[in-house]
């Protein structure tokens, strides 16, 4: 009896634990607390049609995420902001992910905003409650227990650009080049890509990336450390053949430990120290004598 019923409570404090993590992951930024209206600004956001955001799931637990509006340069119609909306849902629901690519149709990343869109919801509660749904998304993006990728063909402007940075590693193929041009619109980043550009560049250099407003190409970004490589090929299909082989080198092995991997480092870059090592502590109970550790573990006797 004892041995059951503590199986049982082990399997109910585990989905707990489960359903405590995801609920962190889910948790919105903005609430109507904050004067965020989100219904409102869909509703806006609807009116600017155009482009799509396609998902496609492969075997191997990679998912192919593609902004495509090519005759914009894939820049964000007011449906692609909600459809983005819709994919991260559907990538949140997604139990058997890895790893997800996000490039741009066409052989260009971004270019930011649709500017009809822009125009037409200049005044400042709409803009405010866009940035704030597009921070939202982007958050529970970056949030994802799937190791993410950026694929930057062309360009990457704007809200492009700070898009990239929701990514845990961004490729770039030969002539590309990131660009936060913000401040020629009189603007700064409102996605949320300052944020993330300081915790990946440091301070010192977001400062300079920002305030100087200048093309990044994939030399000075691997210097940065905003690029993780330079790809060889600048050829839409061989460009992503080769950033789904350098995302397989951190994918392979099962689900679970793949994306519990991801789990404990988003505690650990979000969360203050005691929080992440309580989150660590959880997510580590989910993959303990599971499958895969019993494997290791009747694989290291033998080698004795």
Known sequence: FFPEMAASLWKSLLQTTKERILQQRRASLYIDAHGYEEELIKKKLQQFAGGSINFSKEDSGIGILTLNNPKLM???????????????????????????????????????????????????????????????????????????????????????AELTTACDFRLMTPGSEIRFVHKHMGLVPGWGGAARLVRIVGSG?????????????????????????????????????????????????PANVIRAVKKVVTAGRELPVE??????????????????????????QRHK
């Not at 499958?291 to 290791?296: D, E, G, R, S």
């Open 205 to 253: 250099a977001a400062l300079r990336l920002l305030s100087g407003a200048a093309g990044v190409d994939p030399a000075r970004a691997l210097h940065l450390g905003l690029s993780e490589e330079m790809l060889s090929s600048s050829d839409e299909t061989a460009a992503l053949e080769e950033a789904r082989a350098w995302l397989s080198q951190y994918t392979e092995g």
């Open 74 to 160: 894939n820049a964000f119609t007011g449906t692609m902001m909600l459809e983005l909306q819709e994919r991260v849902t559907e990538l949140e629901n997604w139990k058997d992910g890895k790893g997800l690519i996000i490039h741009g149709a066409g052989n260009t990343f971004c270019s930011g905003s649709d500017l009809n869109a822009v125009k037409a919801i200049s005044n400042s509660q709409d803009g405010m409650n866009m940035c704030m749904f597009m921070q939202n998304t982007l958050t529970r993006l970056m949030r994802l227990p799937l190791i993410s990728v950026a694929l930057v063909q062309g360009k990457a402007v704007g809200g492009g």
């Open 275 to 300: 929080a992440a090592l309580r989150t660590e502590k959880d997510v580590f109970g989910t993959v303990w004598g599971g499958p895969a550790n019993l494997q290791a573990l009747v694989r290291r």
